[in-house]
């Protein structure tokens, strides 16, 4: 008898035990004498279930989960009898409900294989840009609507064509893998589970501004994620995907990774360019743009994996089959993680216009304390706090400007009533103060005063004056900082601020009486 089955090798998998898994599964086949083929492939994002066993069958595949390695004779014995059996997995509401375009591979390739990605449609957007040619293929990705994935939510291809206009010279591909926000894993799904799909997002767009080298920025907490593209990158060299001459055309294109210790503002894009450089991880003032001058001094396109990630499929399926999901100005999907105190966490790649709510109630399931959700921080940690108020709000980057907050990396960390909200102002600004790079004072000097400060307003010392006084802080950070670092950081503080107000000083009463 011979049967095939599915284990990710994904982080988020091997942290809970997936290995194990595996290698009881081949202990037990062997010991059988079943003829058992073990795939490993990356996570199909449904943490809660992880390690998942999915089992090909006629019918699809069938899963179980979360799986030890002690059930592994019983769930053998009893197949689809077995209580960790999940049923079709396509047929699951988590998975069934999602508009996966940008992880459409993920957990369901094998990652390590060239041949299995091209199976499942990959490089068919570069062999569409290469048929159209760099214009045609920036035009695309602009009639896409794509908006960097990163935080800012610039337009990616505008950013393209900027690049693309200067003049002829050297030019560089830069994928921003650094993945610093608080709840967010998104980038980490990708290298680990659909590598191959970010390479060619990164060679279309050396092709199409011109550019014929590029860096993956990684930082240096992601093992598997280095170990993965490393071998992405090996098998599409041999397969002449990337260097001279790749896919029998006449561009050249390759690229390397580069580990980034992990400081936060390294994340920045200019910072991480210095560190590229060799440099400390310090922010350069704008202008100009990296898209003028970049790395090495030259036109650089920077962009997070996401948006690098979403373009073979633009370009395989058509920028306008792309622009066609979403609302408003936040067009085709947004793969977001959901985390913290979450019943169901993990990754859920829907349309833009989603409400705060639904994710949070209806697909995260609500808290995995069984208490009542009472903020969710979105964005990562310059992202507002949002309460039960606030989440009919759609998941669109102009609705939640609206609302004093943004979405970031599109991650949400959950709260529930046990969260003291001062604390997490606090937090916010001495997370601040840790990571400044300290190029202005706004930022070096205000994240310390701003934890002084909440520190003097919990305490009940001169809470009104100071609480005054935070304000004015707040609104110098956010309009006199060099970057988004120190000028972000007013709005968890403000949001705590806004919407938790009970929490702060003299009004610590719901929290004292909750104890
Ligand atoms: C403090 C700070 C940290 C950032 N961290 C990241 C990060 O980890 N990953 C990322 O892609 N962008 C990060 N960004 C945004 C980048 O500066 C930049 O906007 C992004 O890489 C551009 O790519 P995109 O247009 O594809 O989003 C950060 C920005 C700031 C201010
Ligand atoms: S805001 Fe903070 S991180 Fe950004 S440049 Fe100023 S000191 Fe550096």
Same mark, same amino acid.
């Given at each position: 008898?011979s ?14 035990g ?30 809660? #279930?992880?390690?998942l ?14 799986v030890?390695?002690e059930? !592994?004779?019983a ?8 209580? #960790?059996?999940?049923?079709p997995?396509?047929?699951? *509401? ?12 993920c ?10 990605y091209q199976?499942? @449609? ?22 896409s609507?794509? /908006? ?6 610039? *337009? ?10 200067? *003049? ?41 501004? @011109? ?7 990684? /930082? ?19 397969? @002449?995907?990337?260097?001279?001459g ?12 580069r ?12 910072s ?16 100009p743009?990296p ?11 920077i ?12 370009m395989?399926?058509g ?6 999901f ?6 085709g ?5 959901l985390?913290?105190n ?11 216009g989603?409400?705060?709510g ?5 697909i ?7 208490r ?6 979105v @964005? ?13 709000t ?22 529930d ?9 606090r ?5 601040c ?13 205000g ?10 307003? !919990? ?23 060099l ?25 610590r ?7």
């Amino acid at each position: 008898m011979s049967a095939r089955i599915y284990i990710s090798r994904d982080s988020g998998a091997l942290c809970v035990g997936a290995e194990e898994v595996a290698s009881a599964f081949r202990k037990v086949a062997d010991k059988r004498g079943l003829d058992l083929e073990i795939v490993r492939t990356g996570s199909r994002g449904m943490y809660w #279930l992880e390690p998942l066993v999915e089992v090909a069958t006629d019918k699809g595949r069938v899963g179980y989960g979360p799986v030890k390695p002690e059930d !592994v004779e019983a769930l053998l014995d009893q197949g689809g009898q077995h209580p #960790l059996c999940l049923g079709p997995v396509e047929d699951m *509401p988590w998975l069934k409900n999602q508009t996966r375009l940008t992880f459409k591979n993920c957990g369901i390739i094998d990652p390590r294989s060239l041949e299995d990605y091209q199976a499942h @449609g990959g490089y068919q957007g570069l062999a569409h840009a290469l048929e159209i040619g760099p214009k045609a293929t920036v035009e695309e990705v602009i009639t896409s609507g794509l /908006r960097g994935r990163g935080g800012a939510g610039f *337009p990616t291809g505008i950013k393209w064509r900027t690049v693309a206009d200067t *003049p002829p010279q050297q030019k560089y591909i830069v994928c921003n893998a650094d993945e610093g926000d608080s709840g967010t894993f998104a980038d980490r799904m990708i290298m680990e589970g659909d590598p191959f799909g970010l390479i060619e997002g990164m060679t279309i767009a050396g092709i199409a501004v @011109g550019a014929a080298y590029g860096y993956i920025y990684i /930082r240096s907490e992601y093992p598997d994620a280095i170990e993965a593209m490393e071998i992405a990158i090996v098998e599409a060299r041999k397969g @002449g995907m990337l260097g001279r001459g790749i896919a029998g055309s006449a561009y050249d294109f390759d690229l390397e990774i580069r580990t980034g210790a992990g400081a936060y503002v390294c994340g920045e894009e200019t910072s991480l360019l210095e560190s590229l450089e060799g440099k400390r991880g310090e922010v350069r003032a704008k202008p100009p743009l990296p898209a003028h001058i970049g790395l090495f001094g030259k036109p650089t396109v920077i962009n997070n994996v996401l948006s690098l990630a979403s373009v073979p499929n633009i370009m395989a399926r058509g920028g306008a089959f792309y622009r066609d999901f979403g609302m408003g100005k936040s067009r085709g999907t947004m793969p977001i993680q959901l985390a913290g105190n979450i019943k169901h966490g993990g990754l859920y790649e829907t349309a833009f216009g989603i409400t705060l709510g639904a994710l949070v109630d209806d697909i995260g399931g609500g808290t995995r304390s069984g208490r009542p959700v009472r903020a969710v921080q979105v @964005g990562g940690p310059l992202g507002a706090y949002f309460p039960r108020e606030l989440f009919d709000t759609p998941f669109d980057y102009e609705a939640f400007t609206a609302a004093d907050g943004l979405i970031g990396h599109g991650g949400i960390v959950v709260f529930d009533d046990s969260v003291d909200m001062a604390k997490q102002a606090r937090f916010a600004m001495e997370f601040c103060a840790i990571e400044s790079c300290g190029k202005c004072t706004p930022c070096r000097i205000g994240s310390a005063r701003g934890v002084e400060l909440v520190d003097k307003i !919990v305490a009940g010392e001169d809470a009104a004056e100071n609480l005054l006084v935070l304000e004015d802080l707040c609104n110098t950070m956010k309009f006199g900082s060099l970057c988004a670092l120190g000028g972000f950081t007013p709005y968890p503080v403000i949001s705590a601020l806004t919407h938790f107000p009970e929490d702060f000083g003299a009004k610590r009463k719901r929290l004292e009486a909750a104890e």
